[in-house]
């Protein structure tokens, strides 16, 4: 079948490459539209290397990681939409919560309008494309679909994730989807949350969402001791930051009906 968009631009470096420190990358999308680029952490531990969340799918990620560490980590997904679990199924190691539909996906595109027919998302003025390059010539945006990963570990809230030097414990954290987990870091109270929080408009209706159990896990995240957290979209933040988007969010989401 023709595509029928206009031709994109090539572009060398599909990815985004930020050093934090010796242990922690980030890795992210800005080719993509603003809702979908997502950051994929790459953790490196002594014994074990992890990667939180991967991204789209539509660069070579594995081709990256190759450049970046000489192992291949394991995944983890904080949740199955198409931003965090695109690449999944080019790794050999992929862990998830068992609620969460990672085995048998959405149908995830890259045409706005099919993307917000399928997420609910008909009040955003989305392109008719979601990225605005192309990681090689030929690649065509309408043949995007997400395949299944090889999932070979469920992972519950409490499981604690060895990385030698480190360990991460699972949080479950339903509300922007059943499944949504983050990891927490208690020797150094870091938290990589996914989709449960990020600084900007937190979406609850999407297929999947819960907005009473969102409210229970803000309530239940403030009493954990984050020190800072490595979101699922978008910049880093502290506590203080942490503290003011979770009071808000509860706020608005237990006001009375009437609002907006
Ligand atoms: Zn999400």
Redesign the pocket.
């Known amino acids: 079948m023709m595509a029928t968009h206009p031709a994109l631009p090539v572009v060398q470096d599909w990815f985004r490459v930020t050093a934090i420190d010796s242990t922690l990358t980030l890795i992210d999308e800005p080719h993509v539209h603003e809702l979908l680029d ?1 950051n994929t952490w790459l953790v490196r531990g002594r014994d074990r290397d992890l990667l939180v969340d991967c991204g789209l799918g539509v660069g070579d990620l594995p081709a990256l990681l190759a450049q970046l560490t000489d192992r291949e980590p394991t995944v983890v997904l ?2 199955a ?1 198409l ?2 679990m695109g690449a999944a199924h080019a790794f050999a190691h992929c862990w998830a919560h068992p609620l969460e539909a990672v085995e048998s996906p959405e149908l995830g595109s890259l045409l706005g309008s099919v993307w917000a027919a399928q997420g609910g998302l008909q009040d955003f003025d989305l392109p008719s494309l979601l990225i605005s390059a192309v990681p090689h010539a030929g690649y065509d945006p309408s043949s995007y679909e997400l395949r299944p990963p090889h999932v070979t570990r469920h992972l519950r809230d409490g499981d604690r994730i060895d990385l030698g030097d480190r360990a991460l414990t699972v949080r479950h954290l339903p509300g ?2 059943p499944g ?1 987990i983050a990891l927490f870091d208690e020797a150094d109270g870091t938290l990589f949350s ?2 449960v929080v990020y600084d900007d408009v937190l ?1 609850d209706e ?1 297929p999947g969402s819960d907005r009473e159990k969102y409210v229970h896990t803000m309530k239940r995240l403030r009493e954990l001791p984050v020190r800072i957290v490595r979101p ?1 979209h978008g910049p880093s933040f502290d506590r203080q930051r942490l503290c003011r988007i979770i009071d808000a969010y509860v706020a608005s989401a237990e006001a009375p009906a009437g609002g907006s």
Do not use: N
Request: hydrophobic share 20%.
């Open positions: 997502a904080t949740h939409h931003d965090h922007h989807s949504s996914g989709d979406l999407l699922g």
